[in-house]
């Protein structure tokens, strides 16, 4: 298993285990996520290309695989995303060129080579 899948796997696990103990903090991000990424001002693809670019600044690479993810099922093509990692690596320097390695790993699994 890669370790694109294996971050998957590990995700879904640990939501429906906070499902599962009856979470009220979980259930209440899980409202929080789903009212953050509706549509609004902003459609809900331009929203994940922004949490793409703050997940390469954070590098928090569950955050990449999700975001970009839900970004391409949103609509974003792989150079939409692309330009958002690139946003990324501006806003977090040198650091976040590191970080953006493991976004292009994901886009090539979302998008292909």
Request: glycine content about 8%; aromatic content about 6%; proline content about 0%.
């Amino acid at each position: 298993m890669d370790k694109i899948e294996e971050i998957c796997r590990k995700r879904k696990l640990a939501h429906q285990k906070l499902l599962a103990a009856d979470s009220k903090v979980y259930r209440a991000f899980l409202d929080m996520e789903a009212a953050a990424y509706a549509d609004g001002a902003l459609a809900k693809k331009h929203k994940e290309l922004i949490a793409v670019g703050i997940s390469v600044v954070m590098d928090c690479e569950s955050c990449m695989q999700w975001h970009i993810d839900e970004a391409a099922k949103s609509g974003a093509s792989r150079q939409e995303v692309l330009e958002a990692v690139e946003v990324g690596i501006e806003m977090g320097g040198g650091r976040a060129t590191v970080s953006a390695r493991f976004a292009l790993d994901v886009m090539e699994k979302v998008f292909g080579s």
